[in-house]
């Protein structure tokens, strides 16, 4: 989400063919489910949702989630998803930062997986996350230790090439965030090009907005 369109609209239909999206979707939510910070009550925002998979793997867990993503197609796929399986407590909200479009309402838990990548400022959207993040509540966010930028094959809207823990904890800590802790949540094993095995790191870190 954010800048200039990678076509993710395009690659929606196929996106969960892809089997290390979905270890790592899985992967993601099993780390945010091991801080226990879930509850059957919370009302969650996820940003950069996608096709859902990780969506799928939280609202079981919570009173409600709202899926919010930048490409239709994805969006789309999720719709499909939440159709067939007659889910009631997922919600889907189209929005798009590089219109000016920002995010509202109050959140006990907000999720942005392998998107911040992806967004070229990333402070003003650490600031919406703040505001819309209920007293109390918790920020987490999955993304890539640095890459030096060969995790994509097309780095066309991949502005950042991971983040240094420290430096984004930082930026949280600026916006207001308290109790930020970090770990290792996943490892992503992908081929390169000359058919290499290479290994990503994603980090799962998680900030609190005090009461």
Not at 109 to 121: A, D, K, Q, S, W
Not at 147 to 156: A, I, M, S, V
Request: net charge negative.
């Amino acid at each position: 989400m954010g800048g200039k369109k990678w076509n993710f609209d395009k690659e929606a239909a196929s996106w969960d063919k892809n089997p290390w999206r979905v270890k790592l979707a899985n992967d993601i939510a099993d780390a945010i489910s091991y801080d226990k910070i879930l509850t059957p009550g919370m009302d969650v925002l996820e940003f950069g949702c996608g096709t859902g998979l990780l969506t799928l793997r939280l609202h079981p867990l919570v009173h409600s989630i709202t899926g919010v993503d930048s490409s239709p197609g994805m969006l789309a796929e999720l719709r499909g998803k939440i159709e067939k399986q007659d889910l009631t407590n997922i919600k889907i909200k189209h929005l798009d930062p590089a219109k000016g479009e920002v995010l509202e309402g109050s959140y006990d838990l907000v999720v942005c997986g392998m998107t911040l990548h992806h967004v070229r400022e990333i402070v003003p959207l650490i600031n919406e996350f703040f505001k819309i993040t209920a007293p109390n509540g918790c920020l987490c966010i999955a993304d890539l230790d640095p890459d030096y930028g060969l995790f994509h094959g097309d780095n066309d809207t991949v502005f950042h090439n991971g983040f240094d823990r420290a430096s984004l904890r930082q930026v949280l800590e600026e916006a207001g965030f308290v109790d930020i802790r970090d770990r290792t949540a996943a490892t992503v094993m992908k081929p390169a090009p000359d058919g290499e095995i290479r290994f990503f790191g994603v980090f799962l870190i998680i900030a609190r907005k005090r009461p």
